[in-house]
Protein backbone atom coordinates (compact mmCIF):
# COMPACT_ATOMS: atom_id res chain seq x y z
CA UNK A 1 0.00 0.00 0.00
CA UNK A 2 0.98 3.28 -0.58
CA UNK A 3 2.21 5.82 2.26
CA UNK A 4 3.88 7.76 4.67
CA UNK A 5 4.47 6.62 7.70
CA UNK A 6 5.59 8.43 10.98
CA UNK A 7 7.24 7.28 14.37
CA UNK A 8 5.95 7.81 16.94
CA UNK A 9 2.43 8.71 16.40
CA UNK A 10 2.50 10.37 20.08
CA UNK A 11 5.22 11.71 22.09
CA UNK A 12 5.66 13.17 25.37
CA UNK A 13 8.74 14.32 26.69
CA UNK A 14 10.76 17.25 28.58
CA UNK A 15 12.88 20.15 27.61
CA UNK A 16 15.97 19.62 26.41
CA UNK A 17 15.71 15.88 25.45
CA UNK A 18 16.79 15.28 22.03
CA UNK A 19 14.06 13.47 19.93
CA UNK A 20 13.45 11.91 16.45
CA UNK A 21 10.58 11.94 14.30
CA UNK A 22 10.64 9.18 11.36
CA UNK A 23 9.54 10.07 8.14
CA UNK A 24 9.13 6.84 5.56
CA UNK A 25 7.60 7.34 2.01
CA UNK A 26 7.13 3.63 -0.69
CA UNK A 27 6.28 6.04 -3.80
CA UNK A 28 9.97 6.30 -4.60
CA UNK A 29 8.60 10.58 -4.28
CA UNK A 30 11.82 12.94 -4.46
CA UNK A 31 9.67 15.53 -2.30
CA UNK A 32 9.33 15.27 1.10
CA UNK A 33 8.26 17.90 3.65
CA UNK A 34 7.58 18.20 7.35
CA UNK A 35 4.56 20.79 8.84
CA UNK A 36 3.46 22.16 11.84
CA UNK A 37 -0.17 22.04 12.82
CA UNK A 38 -1.23 25.17 15.88
CA UNK A 39 -4.69 26.26 16.23
CA UNK A 40 -5.43 28.91 14.54
CA UNK A 41 -1.81 28.77 12.42
CA UNK A 42 -3.06 26.12 10.12
CA UNK A 43 0.00 24.18 8.64
CA UNK A 44 3.43 25.57 8.35
CA UNK A 45 6.33 24.12 6.70
CA UNK A 46 9.48 23.75 8.73
CA UNK A 47 11.70 22.02 6.45
CA UNK A 48 11.28 20.22 3.12
CA UNK A 49 13.91 18.31 0.50
CA UNK A 50 13.89 18.18 -3.41
CA UNK A 51 15.65 15.12 -3.18
CA UNK A 52 18.65 13.06 -1.58
CA UNK A 53 20.81 15.35 0.45
CA UNK A 54 18.80 18.02 -0.97
CA UNK A 55 17.06 20.33 1.81
CA UNK A 56 16.13 23.92 2.89
CA UNK A 57 14.06 25.84 5.15
CA UNK A 58 10.92 26.47 5.31
CA UNK A 59 8.56 29.21 7.13
CA UNK A 60 9.33 28.14 10.52
CA UNK A 61 12.64 26.20 11.13
CA UNK A 62 14.52 27.25 13.99
CA UNK A 63 14.79 24.48 16.34
CA UNK A 64 14.56 21.54 14.03
CA UNK A 65 16.94 19.59 11.78
CA UNK A 66 16.32 17.41 9.21
CA UNK A 67 18.82 15.01 7.18
CA UNK A 68 17.79 13.05 3.56
CA UNK A 69 20.53 10.45 3.57
CA UNK A 70 18.15 8.34 1.51
CA UNK A 71 15.37 8.35 -1.12
CA UNK A 72 12.59 7.26 0.63
CA UNK A 73 13.20 8.42 4.74
CA UNK A 74 13.35 12.14 6.00
CA UNK A 75 13.93 12.46 9.65
CA UNK A 76 13.06 15.45 11.49
CA UNK A 77 15.19 16.10 14.98
CA UNK A 78 14.78 18.68 17.71
CA UNK A 79 17.95 18.82 19.24
CA UNK A 80 17.01 20.22 21.97
CA UNK A 81 13.16 20.55 22.43
CA UNK A 82 11.36 23.31 24.05
CA UNK A 83 7.46 23.78 25.26
CA UNK A 84 6.85 26.02 21.96
CA UNK A 85 7.93 22.84 19.84
CA UNK A 86 4.36 20.85 21.44
CA UNK A 87 2.39 20.51 18.08
CA UNK A 88 1.12 18.22 15.80
CA UNK A 89 3.77 17.32 13.16
CA UNK A 90 2.77 15.89 9.80
CA UNK A 91 5.43 14.62 7.63
CA UNK A 92 4.48 14.64 3.47
CA UNK A 93 5.94 13.74 0.26
CA UNK A 94 5.33 14.61 -3.32
CA UNK A 95 6.05 12.98 -6.70
CA UNK A 96 8.89 14.90 -8.96
CA UNK A 97 11.36 16.89 -6.76
CA UNK A 98 9.09 20.01 -7.11
CA UNK A 99 6.59 21.48 -4.25
CA UNK A 100 3.70 21.62 -7.12
CA UNK A 101 1.95 18.36 -7.40
CA UNK A 102 -0.20 17.26 -4.57
CA UNK A 103 0.58 15.86 -1.33
CA UNK A 104 0.84 12.58 0.52
CA UNK A 105 0.63 13.00 4.32
CA UNK A 106 1.02 10.40 7.08
CA UNK A 107 -0.85 10.37 9.84
CA UNK A 108 0.72 13.31 12.02
CA UNK A 109 2.96 12.84 15.31
CA UNK A 110 1.40 14.54 18.19
CA UNK A 111 4.19 15.60 20.47
CA UNK A 112 4.10 17.34 23.84
CA UNK A 113 7.04 18.74 25.15
CA UNK A 114 6.95 19.57 28.98
CA UNK B 1 6.34 37.18 -0.03
CA UNK B 2 3.98 34.44 -0.35
CA UNK B 3 0.47 34.71 1.44
CA UNK B 4 -2.98 32.80 1.84
CA UNK B 5 -5.53 34.00 3.59
CA UNK B 6 -8.56 32.39 4.31
CA UNK B 7 -10.45 34.68 6.39
CA UNK B 8 -13.36 32.18 7.51
CA UNK B 9 -12.33 30.23 10.38
CA UNK B 10 -15.56 28.56 11.28
CA UNK B 11 -18.53 27.97 9.34
CA UNK B 12 -21.83 25.75 10.37
CA UNK B 13 -24.31 25.24 8.16
CA UNK B 14 -27.59 22.92 8.16
CA UNK B 15 -27.11 19.62 5.53
CA UNK B 16 -28.41 20.36 1.95
CA UNK B 17 -27.38 24.13 1.99
CA UNK B 18 -24.70 25.22 -0.56
CA UNK B 19 -22.03 26.76 1.42
CA UNK B 20 -18.26 28.29 -0.33
CA UNK B 21 -15.25 28.23 1.33
CA UNK B 22 -12.98 31.75 0.51
CA UNK B 23 -9.16 31.48 -0.28
CA UNK B 24 -7.38 34.55 -1.19
CA UNK B 25 -3.49 34.33 -1.89
CA UNK B 26 -0.06 37.09 -2.51
CA UNK B 27 2.31 35.87 -4.77
CA UNK B 28 4.67 37.82 -6.76
CA UNK B 29 5.49 34.82 -9.60
CA UNK B 30 3.92 34.51 -12.51
CA UNK B 31 3.93 30.31 -12.22
CA UNK B 32 2.31 29.19 -9.34
CA UNK B 33 0.00 25.99 -8.01
CA UNK B 34 -3.13 26.12 -5.56
CA UNK B 35 -4.10 23.11 -3.69
CA UNK B 36 -6.91 22.15 -1.66
CA UNK B 37 -6.70 19.86 1.40
CA UNK B 38 -9.65 17.96 3.63
CA UNK B 39 -8.79 17.20 7.00
CA UNK B 40 -12.10 15.23 8.63
CA UNK B 41 -12.34 14.64 12.39
CA UNK B 42 -10.17 11.45 11.85
CA UNK B 43 -7.22 14.09 10.98
CA UNK B 44 -5.74 12.77 8.03
CA UNK B 45 -4.63 15.43 5.71
CA UNK B 46 -6.51 14.27 1.68
CA UNK B 47 -5.56 16.23 -1.52
CA UNK B 48 -8.68 17.50 -3.31
CA UNK B 49 -7.53 19.38 -6.04
CA UNK B 50 -4.22 21.09 -7.93
CA UNK B 51 -4.28 24.33 -10.09
CA UNK B 52 -1.62 25.82 -12.04
CA UNK B 53 -1.58 29.62 -12.45
CA UNK B 54 -1.95 29.51 -16.50
CA UNK B 55 -5.59 27.66 -15.74
CA UNK B 56 -8.54 29.85 -14.88
CA UNK B 57 -11.16 27.29 -15.82
CA UNK B 58 -13.35 26.23 -13.31
CA UNK B 59 -13.72 22.52 -11.80
CA UNK B 60 -16.38 20.39 -10.53
CA UNK B 61 -15.97 17.12 -9.09
CA UNK B 62 -19.84 15.76 -8.18
CA UNK B 63 -20.95 18.40 -5.43
CA UNK B 64 -17.23 20.12 -4.95
CA UNK B 65 -16.76 23.26 -7.14
CA UNK B 66 -13.74 25.61 -7.53
CA UNK B 67 -13.72 29.00 -8.86
CA UNK B 68 -9.88 30.41 -9.36
CA UNK B 69 -9.78 34.46 -10.39
CA UNK B 70 -6.45 35.38 -11.12
CA UNK B 71 -8.10 39.07 -11.25
CA UNK B 72 -9.06 38.79 -7.44
CA UNK B 73 -6.36 36.24 -6.35
CA UNK B 74 -9.16 33.54 -5.21
CA UNK B 75 -9.41 30.20 -5.50
CA UNK B 76 -12.72 29.57 -3.62
CA UNK B 77 -14.49 26.17 -3.01
CA UNK B 78 -18.06 25.54 -3.04
CA UNK B 79 -19.71 22.63 -1.60
CA UNK B 80 -23.47 21.84 -2.97
CA UNK B 81 -25.97 20.44 -1.15
CA UNK B 82 -23.34 19.51 1.78
CA UNK B 83 -23.50 16.66 3.49
CA UNK B 84 -22.69 16.02 6.91
CA UNK B 85 -19.75 13.61 6.41
CA UNK B 86 -18.51 17.25 4.42
CA UNK B 87 -17.68 18.35 7.86
CA UNK B 88 -13.70 18.66 8.33
CA UNK B 89 -11.39 21.35 8.28
CA UNK B 90 -10.26 22.75 4.54
CA UNK B 91 -7.37 24.23 3.88
CA UNK B 92 -5.89 25.88 1.25
CA UNK B 93 -2.41 26.03 -0.18
CA UNK B 94 -0.53 28.03 -3.17
CA UNK B 95 3.18 26.96 -3.46
CA UNK B 96 5.54 28.50 -6.38
CA UNK B 97 7.45 27.68 -9.42
CA UNK B 98 10.85 26.13 -8.64
CA UNK B 99 12.76 28.15 -10.70
CA UNK B 100 10.94 31.38 -8.71
CA UNK B 101 13.17 32.34 -5.64
CA UNK B 102 10.72 30.74 -3.17
CA UNK B 103 12.11 27.29 -4.46
CA UNK B 104 9.37 24.73 -3.70
CA UNK B 105 8.22 26.02 -0.45
CA UNK B 106 4.64 25.73 0.26
CA UNK B 107 2.58 27.89 2.56
CA UNK B 108 -1.52 26.64 3.89
CA UNK B 109 -3.70 29.12 5.13
CA UNK B 110 -5.06 28.84 8.40
CA UNK B 111 -8.16 26.73 7.42
CA UNK B 112 -11.62 27.07 7.65
CA UNK B 113 -13.55 24.67 9.86
CA UNK B 114 -16.83 23.69 8.51
CA UNK B 115 -19.63 21.94 10.49
CA UNK B 116 -22.72 20.72 8.41
CA UNK B 117 -25.33 20.11 10.57
CA UNK B 118 -28.14 17.37 9.84
Known amino acids: EAQVTQNPRYLITVTGKKLTVTCSQN?????MSWYRQDPGLGLRQIYY???????DKGDVPEGYKVSRKEKRNFPLILESPSPNQTSLYFC?????????????FGPGTRLTVT | AQKVTQAQTEISVVEKEDVTLDCVYE???????LFWYKQPPSGELVFLIR??????QNEISGRYSWNFQKSTSSFNFTITASQVVDSAVYFC???????????????FGSGTRLSIRP
Open chain 1, 49 to 55: SMNVEVT
Open chain 2, 51 to 56: RNSFDE
Open chain 2, 93 to 107: ALSEDERGSSASKII
Open chain 1, 92 to 104: ASSPHGQGSYEQY
Open chain 2, 27 to 33: TRDTTYY
Open chain 1, 27 to 31: MNHEY
